[in-house]
Nanobody
């Protein structure tokens, strides 16, 4: 069984910074894509940033230049450094992993429980 635990959310003023972390634990053979999504009230969940196993990154246009995604493969952890936060960044942030477990070559999708980020104006 694989579990994802997120941390780092909270309340911050506009212009401030937060760093989200997501640690995967359990029986893991290989982690492919790691990503962060967010969902604001009344809106659909959207991709914020993703990083491949090779380190290639991708960002939503709305966060380019402000957010940085990174991963530590030894720790099965993905981070999201969020700078210059804006009120419109307020949402529940979810980490997402596509990974392979031992003895099963089929990759599966796993989601964290979500962490609230609130940016006040």
């Amino acid at each position: 069984q694989v579990q994802l635990v997120e941390s780092g959310g909270g309340l911050v003023q506009a212009g401030g910074s937060l760093r989200l972390s997501c640690v995967a634990s359990g029986s893991i053979f290989r982690i492919n894509v790691m990503a962060w999504y967010r969902q604001a009230p009344g809106k659909q969940r959207e991709l914020v940033a993703g990083i491949s196993s090779g380190g290639t990154t991708d960002y939503a246009d709305s966060v380019k230049g402000r957010f940085t995604i990174s991963r530590d493969n030894a720790k099965n952890t993905v981070y999201l450094q969020m700078n210059s936060l804006k009120p419109e960044d307020t949402a529940v942030y979810y980490c997402y992993l596509n990974l392979v477990v031992p003895n099963n070559l089929i990759p599966y999708d796993y989601w964290g429980q979500g962490t609230q980020v609130t940016v006040s104006s």
